[in-house]
């Protein structure tokens, strides 16, 4: 079951990311990349180069979901680097 508590810790990508990838594909870059544990509680969140879809793999302790979102128009505004998304608090 997906926990949407407010305890649940969300990590964005920043930058984009090949969306092309599976959950196993999105698992290692979150592994590999970020050093990061994708089977823990918290939900990993990638963007496009385009910005017109988001990708967010969380564990629920029996598998992996895959959470995509695309607009109907227009496109996400989306931190190219962590200190973007600093500023943006």
Known sequence: MLDFSGSTTVYLACGCTDLRKSYTGLAA??????????????????????????????WDGSGFWILMKRPDRDSFHWPDTPDELKKSH
């Open 29 to 58: 870059v979150i592994k590999l990349k970020f050093h990061l544990d994708p089977y823990s509680r918290g939900m990993f969140a990638f963007c496009n180069r385009r910005r017109t879809l988001i990708k967010i793999l969380p």
